[in-house]
Structures are given as structure tokens and as C-alpha cells.
T-cell receptor, first 116, second 117 residues
Framework: AQTVTQSQPEMSVQEAETVTLSCTYD???????LFWYKQPPSRQMILVIR??????QNATENRFSVNFQKAAKSFSLKISDSQLGDAAMYFC?????????????FGTGTRLQVTL | KAGVTQTPRYLIKTRGQQVTLSCSPI?????VSWYQQTPGQGLQFLFE???????NKGNFPGRFSGRQFSNSRSEMNVSTLELGDSALYLC????????????????FGPGTRLTVL
């Protein structure tokens, strides 16, 4: 079974600064996807960024980028130029790439605070 | 396009009762997945339905069941409610096809907050 670990329950960053959230995972599969989801106080889960395991290039979406280290099974999220609206719970998630699987396996989350 | 909708948004029940939650996916999406979110256990996968068939199931007792209708709307039912069933229940839809594998983003609904007293 796949597992996802987020070792930082809480993180804090000042507005306009950069913060990195950590995530490690364990799997024996070679084909999979990794995601970062944001859950603001409204509880609506929003996809921030995804990474296909077969791609060596790290994914980037505007101020959000990942550092995907496949051999180390590490998938960290970097948020640049942090904004107050970035304050939320962030979940790292794993999904198998093969077959018809759509199940997401989530980490325990990191609560990000953004201060002035 | 309208997003994923879940009804009701809030629900209060007592132990032993049963409850039915509803999820309407984004138009054209045929896959609906359900997740339970609690402070203690985090986000856990319940099951997934595709074209009215349960395609994947998480590790939950048989009290948790679901179904999907021909219009892709899905319901989940919890019978004989326990205090531990208090949670946020999230539903997600995607356009994932039969072949799977190809990435299709899952879009989440706002959730149903269930409180069991």
C-alpha cells in the first residue's frame, strides 16, 4: 500500500517570502501522480499542482513549484512571494497511474500561516 | 460549468440513525469518489463509482455504502451511525474514462459536515 507523509504539521511564512512544504511517499509502483491540494477555511479542496512520475522536469504553476526527487521519494512544494490568500491547509496526495484507479492517498496536511 | 455540488451542507443526526448524502458531479463527469475527513484519521478514501458501478473501495465497514445513478449523481449512505462517523464528507468528480491511466483532474465539492450526537 502507498503511504504519504507530511512531517510539518504547521508552517509560518511572512508575506512576500518563500516557504517550502515537505512531503515524502512510499510506493513500489513506477507509474503514479503526485499532487498538492490546498484546503482553505471554506473546506473546498483546490488542486495547486500535479507531477507525473515519468516526467523528470519539476512542475511549476505561477508562484508554486515542486521539487520532485523520485529516487528519494520526496515531493516538496515551494511557494514564492507568499500572499495572505495562501494561508490554508496543504495536502500532499498520491494516485496510481495505471488501470482505472482514481483513489487519492493523502498525507496528514501542513497548516500554513501567512503573516504580515 | 457548474462545480461539484453536495447536499446537504450540514447535517446533525443521533447515534443509530442512518443518513444519505448526495453529490452531483460536474456535467459530463462520470466518475465520482467519496472521502471522509476527520481530525484523527485525516482524509480517507471511501469508494469510487463510474457508470453506476463501484470501481474502487476503501477500508470502511459495510455500514458505508453508495450508489450512482444514470445521470452520474451519487449518493452515499451510512447506517447505524456512530459518534466516530462525525466528519466532513467530500465528493470529487472527474472525467476519467474506462481506460484509466490518463490523468483526469478530480474536482472536489464543498463537502457535507455530518455531526453525530
Amino acid at each position: 500500500a502507498q503511504t504519504v507523509t507530511q512531517s510539518q504539521p504547521e508552517m509560518s511564512v511572512q508575506e512576500a517570502e518563500t516557504v517550502t512544504l515537505s512531503c515524502t511517499y512510499d510506493t513500489s509502483e513506477s507509474d503514479y501522480y503526485l499532487f498538492w491540494y490546498k484546503q482553505p477555511p471554506s473546506r473546498q479542496m483546490i488542486l495547486v499542482i500535479r507531477q507525473e512520475a515519468y516526467k523528470q522536469q519539476n512542475a511549476t504553476e505561477n508562484r508554486f513549484s515542486v521539487n520532485f526527487q523520485k529516487a528519494a521519494k520526496s515531493f516538496s512544494l515551494k511557494i514564492s512571494d507568499s500572499q495572505l490568500g495562501d494561508a490554508a491547509m496543504y495536502f500532499c496526495a498520491y494516485r496510481s497511474g495505471g488501470g482505472t484507479a482514481s483513489k487519492l492517498t493523502f498525507g496528514t496536511g501542513t497548516r500554513l500561516q501567512v503573516t504580515l | 460549468k457548474a462545480g461539484v455540488t453536495q447536499t446537504p451542507r450540514y447535517l446533525i443526526k443521533t447515534r443509530g440513525q442512518q443518513v444519505t448524502l448526495s453529490c452531483s458531479p460536474i456535467s459530463g463527469h462520470r466518475s465520482v469518489s467519496w472521502y471522509q475527513q476527520t481530525p484523527g484519521q485525516g482524509l480517507q478514501f471511501l469508494f469510487e463509482y463510474f457508470s453506476e458501478t463501484q470501481r474502487n473501495k476503501g477500508n470502511f465497514p459495510g455500514r458505508f455504502s453508495g450508489r450512482q445513478f444514470s445521470n452520474s449523481r451519487s449518493e452515499m449512505n451510512v447506517s447505524t451511525l456512530e459518534l466516530g462517523d462525525s466528519a466532513l464528507y467530500l465528493c470529487a468528480s472527474s472525467s476519467m474514462g474506462l481506460a484509466g491511466g490518463q490523468y483526469n483532474e478530480q474536482f472536489f465539492g464543498p463537502g457535507t459536515r455530518l455531526t453525530v450526537l
